[in-house]
């Protein structure tokens, strides 16, 4: 079976190196001498999109759902029926629905596989994927995604995979606002940060934000550039939307993405680290978590 691999960024070029390591893998990437040093790491092979098509699975793992239209819009002229088009990013259920009619128009099928587990899960090959679509293209990707995944759902119908990963990425926004706040406020009164968060890592108010991310990013002052202030700030727009098109209560979620969208600004860039709003919120108090 052959693989084609679009979007080698941060999550996409390691998850194309296992893929390769098991499949026929094509790469295809905007700036093209990252799919050239891809080739050259993992034995795939840099081609152009008239290639690309020539894939039985074309994955995609781009910023937001509207450059993966505008990919499939590209690749229209060139994909042939029977292809399985598995889109990795963080997109938008109701983009993701016209995506895949416009590529059922060509006999392609299309499923929603959003990805968690962050840069490093992606590494070592234990992503977490939540995918919406049918359970017959379900089960035909299920195979090629343990290539680089240790958790693979099915959610649901089409576009549910983007709508539970919104969902997630705006629970981990209210963690990462919360906890800085918090944790701002102890050391603001004497407490050492270590200590804090060794007593709450051991206790109900625990989270990823307090077990892995704080201790490695905030505490060592190294906020690694690993997931986009502005990529989650696009997560929290896509849970509001589906927030909204539930119609359910939701204040608490739909105020987190006020404050990120907030951060963006006062931070004024998009590009920094997520876990920069702790920083944020420590200018605005003076204080250092230490
Ligand atoms: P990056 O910014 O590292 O990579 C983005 C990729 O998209 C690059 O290959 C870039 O190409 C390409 N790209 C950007 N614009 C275009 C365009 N107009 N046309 C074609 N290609 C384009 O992003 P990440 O890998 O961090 O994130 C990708 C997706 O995965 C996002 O939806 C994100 O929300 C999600 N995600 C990210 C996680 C993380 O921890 N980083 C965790 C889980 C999900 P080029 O090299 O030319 O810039």
């Not at 909204?244 to 920094?272: D, H, Y």
Request: charged share 20%; glycine share 8%.
């Amino acid at each position: 079976m052959k693989i084609a691999f679009i979007g080698l960024g941060a999550m996409g070029y390691p998850i194309a190196g296992h893929l390769a390591k098991k499949y026929e893998t094509l790469v295809w990437n905007r700036t093209f001498e990252k799919a050239l040093a891809h080739a050259k790491e993992f034995a795939s092979k840099a081609v152009d999109l008239a290639e690309v098509a020539q894939a039985d699975m074309v994955l995609t793992c781009l910023p937001t759902s509207l450059e993966v239209d505008e990919m499939a819009r590209r690749l229209l002229p060139y994909l042939r029926p029977g292809t399985l088009w598995v889109d990795h990013t963080s997109g938008e259920p109701e983009m993701a629905k016209k995506t895949a009619q416009m590529l059922q128009e060509k006999g392609v099928s299309y499923l929603d596989a959003c990805l968690s587990g962050g840069v490093a899960g992606a590494i070592q090959a234990r992503a977490t994927v939540m995918a919406g679509g049918s359970a017959e293209d379900f089960a035909r990707a299920r195979p090629v995604m343990e290539a680089f995944a240790a958790k693979i759902v099915h959610v649901g119908p089409l576009g549910s995979g983007h709508a539970v990963k919104a969902v997630n990425n705006a629970l981990l926004a209210v963690n990462l606002w919360a906890l800085s706040e918090g944790m701002l406020a102890l050391v603001q009164q004497g407490v050492d940060a270590r200590l804090a968060l060794e007593v709450i890592n051991a206790s109900s108010g625990r989270s990823n934000v307090s077990e892995n991310l704080f201790g490695q990013r905030v505490l060592t002052r190294q906020f690694p550039n690993t997931f986009a202030l502005g990529l989650l700030a696009k997560d929290l727009g896509i849970c509001v939307s589906v927030l909204e098109a539930a119609g359910t209560p939701a204040p608490m979620l739909k105020q987190v993405r006020e404050f990120f969208e907030i951060a963006k600004r006062e931070v004024g860039s998009a590009e920094v680290d997520h876990t920069a709003v702790a920083k944020l919120l420590e200018r605005w108090s003076g204080v250092e978590i230490k």
